[in-house]
């Protein structure tokens, strides 16, 4: 176990909320040599890495990544592990979900003793966790394995209610309510000019990305297509931009309903800005489905 030169890492301080739960200062996974310590717990030789293939129902979260005054999956993991291991430990996610965005294939890496095996801490943390979080599945991986890095594509679905029961409690949660009728051919015809490799700058929020990044994706599967009460939207690319797939959704539903000309798709492609972009479409219609990583860095047969 890495130990740190300058002395001794304090563990967190502690405290118990009025329901009972642990609770974990924040300041320990935030800032200063904390943040280092994770760092380098994380690149630990004795510990052992580990994917968790996580499901969460977004609805009460304030997206994935922590926060000091808001509830989020990254929070809710770290505090569940934190439980589990005694002492901090770091829950790095393949992407970053925006509040009231759903996962059934989110990829979460950790880092812990080489005493737990992937089946043991999958049980273990699932005890731990909120009814809204789930880890469905875990791989032993390789120790070079990081969820975010090693990545090579991610796959987004997009949940559209074209019928009017599509406003009903039980669906509207996890589906925009459009109840009326889209173009799917004319939307499968915009969304062909998706694949491969372009800069998409006009579906991203201005200033998310640093200065120097280039918006450039790869995709390799973007397509509309029935389902009882309505439509999905599924796309696979190498990397997402911020709000990117729910900038597309919402330009591709303006070409189905008529409101835009076929051709739009690839003007924007060539616009330096979102200014000429639909709004993005709600994030509760949007489920982050799946990373793909090499098979050579799991551990055992997936």
């Not at 009025?18 to 380098?40: C, F, I, M």
């Not at 051919?185 to 201005?206: I, P, Q, W």
Request: aromatic share 8%.
């Amino acid at each position: 176990m890495w130990k740190a030169s300058v002395g001794p890492v304090k563990r967190p301080p502690r405290s118990r909320s009025a329901n009972g739960r642990l609770n974990v200062a924040h300041v320990s996974l935030e800032g200063g040599s904390a943040k280092t310590y994770l760092s380098r717990l994380m690149d630990s030789a004795s510990d052992a890495s580990f994917l968790l293939v996580t499901h969460y129902d977004g609805g009460a979260f304030a997206g994935w990544q922590r926060q000091l005054r808001e509830r989020t999956v990254q929070g809710e993991m770290e505090r569940a592990l934190a439980i589990l291991c005694g002492t901090p430990v770091a829950a790095t996610g393949a992407g970053r979900t925006d509040a009231g965005v759903h996962a059934r294939g989110q990829g979460v890496g950790v880092k812990v003793a080489s005493t737990w095996s992937a089946e043991v801490i999958r049980r273990a943390i699932n005890s731990k966790l909120p009814p809204d979080v789930w880890v469905a599945d875990s791989h032993a991986m390789h120790p070079s394995f990081h969820p975010r890095f090693s990545a090579e594509s991610r796959r987004y679905a997009y949940f559209v209610g074209t019928d009017a029961d599509s406003w009903s409690p039980f669906r509207r949660r996890t589906e925009w309510a459009l109840a009326r009728p889209l173009d799917v051919d004319a939307m499968n015809r915009e969304s062909a000019a998706l694949l491969g490799e372009h800069c998409f700058r006009a579906f991203a929020v201005l200033g998310t990305a640093p200065a120097e990044d280039d918006h450039r994706c790869d995709v390799v599967q973007a397509r509309w297509q029935h389902r009882d009460g309505g439509l999905v939207f599924d796309i696979e690319a190498n990397r997402f931009l911020h709000h990117m797939v729910r900038f597309l959704v919402g330009t591709l539903v303006e070409v189905g309903l008529g409101r835009r000309p076929e051709g739009t798709i690839a003007e924007l492609l060539a616009a330096a800005d979102n200014r000429k972009t639909a709004a993005p479409a709600p994030p509760h219609g949007l489920f982050f489905e799946q990373v793909r990583y090499p098979a050579t860095l799991y551990l055992s047969p997936t």
